[in-house]
């Protein structure tokens, strides 16, 4: 039997990218399925790391336009606090859909097949985000679409099939994320 916290196998980031176009373009649980056992817990991170590294790059680069805000601050708060969000909401859908809907997924497979959804929208709402008033129009939409490939991710990912207990894992993972997140930012 396979720990749940084994990292499996890795993928290259041309391959990861290739995966992201098919769950984007097809999504579906039966998607999801097909990718969630093809990487691991080190592919994930390093997939999510690229996000962060665009994020940060843009939003520094775009902090002279600010007067609130520093270059090095914009690109280091990226750079850290996108993939520890990340690993903790989905650490807490992990947790949540094991211990609460005993879901069977490993923690690998959840990060995995959330990485595949996560670093292209992500992508995608940092470059248009830049734009005046289009910019915040686009982040709502793309926070909906992560919504539903979450739940996509959350059925497959963690074995639950039925909506009230993959909705219940969502949902408590966004509010479990929000509180981890606050009690970091209180401590720093």
Avoid: C
């Avoid at 601050?73 to 996108?82: A, D, H, K, V």
């Avoid at 969000?85 to 947790?95: D, H, M, R, S």
């Avoid at 985000?129 to 992560?146: A, H, Q, R």
Wanted: glycine letters at 8%; charged letters at 5%.
């Amino acid at each position: 039997m396979r720990s749940p916290v084994n990292s499996g196998p890795e993928v290259s980031l041309q391959d990861m990218f290739a995966q992201s176009t098919a769950v984007v373009t097809q999504p579906s649980v039966a998607t999801f399925e097909r990718y969630e056992k093809r990487g691991g817990l080190q592919s994930a991170f390093i997939y999510v790391l690229v996000a962060a590294a665009v994020s940060a790059v843009i939003a520094a680069l775009f902090s002279f336009f600010h007067s609130d805000v520093t270059f090095f601050g914009q690109f280091f708060s990226r750079l850290i606090t996108i993939p520890i969000q990340f690993l903790i909401f989905t650490g807490a859908v992990y947790l949540i859909g094991g211990n609460l809907f005993k879901g069977t997924g490993t923690y690998p497979e959840v990060a995995y097949t959330f990485a595949l959804f996560f670093v292209p929208l992500s992508i995608i709402g940092t470059i248009i985000g830049i734009i005046p008033i289009l910019g915040w129009l686009v982040s709502l939409v793309i926070s909906v679409v992560m919504i539903y490939f979450g739940y996509l991710a959350v059925q497959s990912s963690m074995n639950l099939r039925e909506q009230v207990p993959a909705i219940a894992t969502l949902v408590l993972a966004g509010i479990a994320n929000f509180a981890v997140g606050a009690v970091l930012l209180a401590l720093f």
